[in-house]
């Protein structure tokens, strides 16, 4: 089991404001995804970061690929309330096997 | 991309029972596969399901409880057997093209169990 710690676990702010998200592993990984899920929904794919430190923007959302490819960050500015949702890393190995977070429920209060 | 529907979305299940979900993708992909999610949680993969072979699943999970099926490249089935209320779940499938990168995931069955 390739185990991927994400932090913070929870997070409520206040629009506007700015935050990031950690994703770490002791494993590398070939590839490194980034989901949003909301309630009663599947995981929706944000982006995909496979270079060691690869940096990816999606409007206010920025993501980062650690250069030895063991841990990520996805950075959000000016967050608004349809920020909101569970935020899930998952890893890919030499296998294409996907390994996922433990996540990060946001909460952006308008 | 592809698009993945399942079936039900929902069902309220006796135990002892079983139920099976159906997961269909829009377009053929190489891999499927099965997760279970508690609400808010991350997801846990159950199995990888194989087509025209046998699902590879992971420690944990096995084939008697639930099998799996995946007659083609579209179509995929995961059996819950014998249900207890510790299998209330919400259970996902999703697709992949195998060559990398991007997996691509169904709305998730919700079931309970009493």
């Known amino acids: 089991t390739q185990l991927l710690e994400q932090s913070p676990q929870f997070l409520s702010i206040q629009e506007g404001e700015n935050l990031t998200v950690y994703c770490n592993s002791s494993?590398?990984?070939?590839?490194l995804q980034w989901y949003r899920q909301e309630p009663g929904e599947g995981p929706v794919l944000l982006v995909t970061?496979?270079?060691?430190?690869e940096v990816k923007k999606l409007k206010r959302l920025t993501f980062q690929f650690g250069d030895a490819r063991k841990d990520s960050s996805l950075h959000i500015t000016a967050a608004q309330p349809g920020d909101t949702g569970l935020y899930l890393c998952?890893?890919?190995?030499?296998?294409?096997?996907?390994?996922f977070g433990t996540g990060t429920s946001l909460t952006v209060i308008p | 991309s592809a698009v993945i529907s399942q079936k039900p979305s929902r069902d309220i299940c006796q135990r002892g029972t079983s139920l099976t979900i159906q997961c269909q993708v829009d377009?053929?992909?190489?891999?499927m596969f099965w997760y279970r999610q508690q609400p808010g949680q991350s997801l846990t993969l159950i199995a990888t399901?194989?087509?025209?072979?046998?699902?590879?699943?992971e420690s944990g999970f096995v084939i008697d409880k639930f099998p799996i099926s995946r007659p083609n490249l579209t179509f995929s089935t995961l059996t819950v057997s014998n249900m207890s209320p510790e299998d209330s779940s919400i259970y996902l499938c999703?697709?992949?093209?195998?060559?990398?990168?991007?997996?691509?995931f169904g709305p998730g069955t919700r079931l309970t169990v009493t």
């Open positions: 999703s697709a992949g093209s195998g060559q990398g990168n991007e997996q691509y």
């Open positions: 494993s590398v990984f070939s590839s």
């Open positions: 970061v496979v270079t060691g430190g």
């Open positions: 998952a890893g890919e190995d030499t296998g294409n096997q996907f390994y």
């Open positions: 377009s053929q992909v190489t891999m």
């Open positions: 399901a194989n087509q025209g072979s046998e699902a590879t699943y």
